[in-house]
């Protein structure tokens, strides 16, 4: 039986090894059409994998590999077998370059160039190249580059690679907007803009040795940006249909994968959890997740969870719920009850254009944690989580936003209901409800625990036998003489009973002597506060002991 490949990225390692291998090789006859083509979809989609195989089809040093792609779709299709190993190539991935600052990202970049031109030594030295050219290629080897020499390498070593093999070279730029999303996030993004739109100029549209470009990334970044004059250039986003299914498993693809390992009795569980993208018309699933749930049903583990939480790119989804302002916390709550919301979309975006809240929901989009429901006109769309696992993604997401807030009001709060101000107190609880989202259920036993969330900084007791029965919350004090508070909790039909309700709970305190017992115990400064809940509202209420 065939193993599953989870995190492999080398189409040589795949195919030797015997892994389980979903076949793309179509992707192939795809970037014929055009000089330079884009392929935009979301991250663990195997953007890496298929580049990897189109290094392993195209590149004249790898003829002994040729057999990698027996049996495959592509071989049936002559004219592009013709192509097959007959080019030299350059393969880079900047899927790494995330440095913090603009000198640490052309360190990384020129670490790569040099790993590249480890692998093509026979430039170096070879009369076949112009002495200008190695005299380039030599300076890229040292410990220190200036920036136009290294914003120029890629096109060094194409022309270098041409004069040598006497042919035209294909360039593959792996996830390219990395460098990019990195620069926006640490604040240096027009440089890294600027380095990026020099190195794609000079490699991309001034380069008579270019036979092919073919980058991957998650965002069509504007294409006055950084492809400013680029001619013949096509992107294939999750909204064209060329390509669609060359990137994630179909349902067909999943549904074979499940019968190969007699796992079809989980095949809806795989659906909900992470099918519901759609590129064009075609219905994809998340590879990652479906390999990773596959592996962890060989080992007996039957339910789905959510794998991409664990992968980085989460980060911004949490810093967009950070910043939001209410019409976005809105449309999450609607998202996270598996409602629908209208937006506009952008096919291009510059990452500085993600500071306006308009342009999120494309981002998201792209990105995969949003999908299209239906097109309603030109650039307007109807929108929805495509499955469980983002859905989970945002909860979880939200939640840690949400604690984050409580625990900036949590010592206010506390100090309210310390000094017997429960006007105050409200407004500081009233103000977190706010926070919350529809999504949550508005039980007793949610609000009480949203309540001991609020008072996680003091010694609080749950729900303990007291009197003549059990109170809901106790914040108990260090010291005899300091004070403290008994909380009990009821929930309003209603906005009009709030205040009803709040005083039949502190009536309830009263009654069944819930105070009585820290007296016995020495306490001094006790209080009593019935709160009521409704949806996002509350009422306190404080216990008159006279």
Same mark, same amino acid.
């Given at each position: 039986?065939?193993?599953?490949?989870?995190?492999?990225?080398?189409?040589?390692?795949?195919?030797?090894?015997?892994?389980?291998?979903?076949?793309?090789?179509?992707?192939?006859?795809?970037?014929?059409?055009?000089?330079?083509?884009?392929?935009?979809?979301?991250?663990?989609?195997?953007?890496?994998?298929?580049?990897?195989?189109?290094?392993?089809?195209?590149?004249?040093?790898?003829?002994?590999?040729?057999?990698?792609?027996?049996?495959?779709?592509?071989?049936? $299709?002559?004219?592009?077998?013709?192509?097959? $190993?007959?080019?030299?190539?350059?393969?880079?991935?900047?899927?790494?370059?995330?440095?913090? $600052?603009?000198?640490?990202?052309?360190?990384?970049?020129?670490?790569?160039?040099?790993?590249?031109?480890?692998?093509?030594?026979?430039?170096?030295?070879?009369?076949?190249?112009?002495?200008?050219?190695?005299?380039?290629?030599?300076?890229?080897? =040292?410990?220190?580059?200036?920036?136009?020499?290294?914003?120029?390498?890629?096109?060094?070593?194409?022309?270098?690679?041409?004069?040598?093999?006497?042919?035209?070279?294909?360039?593959?730029?792996?996830?390219?907007?990395?460098?990019?999303?990195?620069?926006?996030?640490?604040?240096?993004?027009?440089?890294?803009?600027?380095?990026?739109?020099?190195?794609?100029?000079?490699?991309?549209?001034?380069?008579?040795?270019?036979? =092919?470009?073919?980058?991957?990334?998650?965002?069509?970044?504007?294409?006055?940006?950084?492809?400013?004059?680029?001619?013949?250039?096509?992107?294939?986003?999750?909204?064209?249909?060329?390509?669609?299914?060359?990137?994630?498993?179909?349902?067909?693809?999943?549904?074979?994968?499940?019968?190969?390992?007699?796992?079809?009795?989980?095949?809806?569980?795989?659906?909900?959890?992470? @099918?519901?993208?759609?590129?064009? @018309?075609?219905?994809?699933?998340?590879?990652?997740?479906?390999?990773?749930?596959?592996?962890?049903?060989?080992?007996?583990?039957?339910?789905?969870?959510?794998?991409?939480?664990?992968?980085?790119?989460?980060?911004?989804?949490?810093?967009?719920?950070?910043?939001?302002?209410?019409?976005?916390?809105?449309?999450?709550?609607?998202?996270?009850?598996?409602?629908?919301?209208?937006?506009?979309?952008?096919?291009?975006?510059?990452?500085?254009?993600?500071?306006?809240?308009?342009?999120?929901?494309?981002?998201?989009?792209?990105?995969?944690?949003?999908?299209?429901?239906?097109?309603?006109?030109?650039?307007?769309?109807?929108?929805?989580?495509? $499955?469980?696992?983002? =859905?989970?993604?945002?909860?979880?997401?939200?939640?840690?936003?949400?604690?984050?807030?409580?625990?900036?009001?949590?010592?206010?709060?506390?100090?309210?209901?310390?000094?017997?101000?429960?006007?105050?107190?409200?407004?500081?609880?009233?103000?977190?409800?706010?926070?919350?989202?529809?999504?949550?259920?508005?039980?007793?036993?949610?609000?009480?625990?949203?309540?001991?969330?609020?008072?996680?900084?003091?010694?609080?007791?749950?729900?303990?036998?007291?009197?003549?029965?059990?109170?809901?919350?106790?914040?108990?004090?260090?010291?005899?003489?300091?004070?403290?508070?008994?909380?009990?909790?009821?929930?309003?039909?209603?906005?009009?009973?709030?205040?009803?309700?709040?005083?039949?709970?502190?009536?309830?305190?009263?009654?069944?002597?819930?105070?009585?017992?820290?007296?016995?115990?020495?306490?001094?400064?006790?209080?009593?506060?019935?709160?009521?809940?409704?949806?996002?509202?509350?009422?306190?209420?404080?216990?008159?002991?006279?």
């Amino acid at each position: 039986m065939k193993q599953i490949a989870i995190g492999i990225e080398n189409f040589k390692e795949v195919i030797d090894h015997d892994y389980f291998y979903i076949d793309k090789s179509e992707l192939i006859s795809t970037i014929f059409s055009d000089k330079v083509s884009l392929f935009t979809r979301p991250r663990r989609f195997g953007k890496t994998l298929n580049m990897s195989m189109l290094y392993y089809f195209f590149s004249i040093k790898q003829k002994e590999n040729a057999y990698l792609f027996n049996g495959l779709h592509i071989e049936k $299709n002559t004219d592009i077998m013709e192509h097959q $190993n007959q080019y030299p190539v350059i393969f880079i991935t900047l899927k790494d370059m995330k440095q913090r $600052n603009m000198n640490l990202q052309k360190q990384k970049f020129l670490s790569l160039i040099q790993m590249l031109l480890v692998q093509c030594e026979e430039l170096l030295t070879s009369e076949k190249v112009h002495p200008v050219y190695r005299n380039y290629l030599e300076k890229l080897l =040292k410990d220190h580059v200036d920036d136009i020499t290294l914003q120029n390498s890629l096109y060094y070593i194409s022309v270098a690679l041409k004069q040598f093999y006497e042919k035209n070279v294909i360039i593959l730029i792996d996830e390219y907007d990395v460098p990019l999303h990195s620069a926006y996030q640490n604040g240096y993004y027009d440089e890294m803009s600027s380095f990026m739109g020099d190195l794609f100029s000079t490699a991309l549209k001034t380069n008579d040795a270019l036979e =092919k470009g073919v980058l991957t990334g998650c965002l069509r970044i504007a294409k006055e940006s950084i492809f400013t004059g680029l001619n013949n250039f096509h992107v294939y986003s999750i909204m064209d249909r060329a390509a669609q299914d060359c990137f994630g498993f179909t349902k067909d693809e999943v549904y074979n994968l499940l019968s190969y390992y007699d796992f079809t009795s989980y095949h809806d569980k795989m659906k909900e959890w992470y @099918d519901g993208y759609l590129f064009c @018309d075609q219905e994809i699933y998340n590879p990652w997740s479906v390999l990773n749930y596959i592996k962890d049903l060989q080992y007996g583990v039957d339910e789905p969870k959510s794998y991409w939480i664990n992968s980085s790119g989460n980060a911004i989804i949490y810093d967009f719920i950070l910043h939001a302002n209410q019409e976005l916390r809105d449309d999450i709550d609607n998202l996270i009850q598996e409602k629908t919301i209208k937006k506009t979309i952008k096919p291009e975006l510059t990452y500085r254009e993600m500071d306006d809240i308009k342009n999120i929901y494309s981002f998201l989009l792209f990105t995969g944690y949003l999908k299209i429901v239906r097109k309603i006109n030109e650039n307007e769309y109807e929108l929805m989580i495509p $499955n469980k696992e983002i =859905k989970y993604i945002y909860e979880t997401m939200f939640k840690e936003w949400l604690d984050t807030k409580i625990q900036e009001i949590s010592s206010p709060f506390m100090k309210a209901l310390c000094r017997g101000d429960e006007v105050t107190a409200r407004k500081i609880l009233n103000e977190a409800l706010a926070y919350t989202i529809s999504y949550f259920d508005y039980h007793e036993n949610y609000y009480h625990g949203f309540l001991a969330g609020m008072l996680r900084e003091g010694r609080i007791k749950s729900n303990r036998e007291s009197g003549n029965g059990r109170y809901d919350l106790a914040y108990i004090p260090l010291d005899f003489d300091d004070p403290g508070f008994v909380i009990e909790c009821k929930i309003a039909d209603s906005l009009q009973n709030l205040k009803e309700k709040s005083q039949e709970a502190c009536q309830q305190i009263f009654d069944r002597k819930y105070l009585e017992e820290f007296e016995h115990d020495g306490y001094t400064q006790m209080k009593g506060y019935g709160i009521a809940f409704y949806h996002k509202m509350c009422y306190i209420s404080k216990v008159d002991r006279m």
